[in-house]
């Protein structure tokens, strides 16, 4: 069977899948021209990632594909019912990223508690001539030590942010709409890991009580954000809010207000609306920290994801 991986696919494996007799193919192809290189090469599974839009006339167009695999959690760029409608298997990884994401989350809040996006930013302009006037604007710094984190949306990604920031000393709010409760370990090097059980909260308890909120919920199905204007209102004075799930669950208009105003004391951005051409004047707001959707973007993240996409695909096709 010939694979299309168009977003690409970590070389462990594609070894894997070729060990099992599969082709794999990684060379990109433009979106206006897949439907036609997916029929001329006879592609019968097709991989991607969140830049390949997977939609219902792409897939009405190519009738040899039986597969749909996506490297990662959310699956909102393929019409998942659609394909399942035509008996196409749709697969994701959702295991495979929660590190990675929960990583950079926490390189965000270090970064804006200490103001290092605005600083990194402005030392070498003025860092040479004006020193002492941005050692006193940036000397104000929080520690996250002893903090609240509300965690809007408690599954494997949102679970391990509660893991990190458990095990930095920080206290831990949670809402999910399915999660009653969870037991979040926590990795101390040397010892098994400590289990620690959170029940979730009401969305407006986790919203009204926490220092710093981190969102980790798939697109909603009617298209609205999850934080809106109302949202923010909710939140303590100076909350610093950060976004590592979808573009648009959080109004983009409403955070670069309540940055404009002090409402909030920061925000950080991995996820925007109108990838991959975001609001240019929402990214000059200098309370925001920013990143290009990389969440899931580590060595160990993608190895972890083509893995379980090759072993799914080995999986599903065996005894066929």
Known sequence: MKILANDGLAPEGVKMLKEAGYTVITEKINQDQLAQAINEENYE???????????????????????????GVGMDNIDVAHARSKEIKVVNTPAASSQSVAELVFGHLFGLCRFLPDSNRMMPDKGSSEFEMLKKKYSKGIE?????????????????????????????????????????????????????????????????SS??????????????????????????????????????????????????????????????LNEPSPNAELLKNPGLSLSPHIGAATAEAQNRISLELASQIIETFQHA
């Open 45 to 71: 599974i097709l991989l991607v990632r969140s830049a390949t839009q997977v939609r219902k006339n792409l897939i009405d167009s190519c009738p040899g594909i039986k597969l749909i695999g996506r490297g």
């Open 144 to 208: 996250l030590r002893g903090k609240t984190l509300g965690i809007i949306g408690f599954g494997r990604i949102g679970q391990a942010v509660a893991s990190y920031a458990l095990g930095i000393g920080m206290k831990v709010k949670a809402f999910d709409t399915y999660v009653a409760s969870a037991g979040i370990p926590v990795h101390i090097e040397g010892i098994d890991p400590v289990s620690v059980e959170i029940s979730t909260r009401s969305f407006e308890e986790v919203l009204m």
């Open 211 to 272: 220092d710093f909120i981190s969102i980790h919920t798939p697109a909603q199905k009617d298209g609205k954000p999850v934080i809106t204007e109302k949202e923010i209102s909710m939140m303590k004075n100076g909350a610093v809010l950060v976004n590592a799930s979808r573009g648009g669950i959080v109004d983009e208009s409403a955070i670069d207000g309540a940055l404009k105003s002090g409402k909030l004391k920061g925000v950080a951005l991995d996820v925007f």
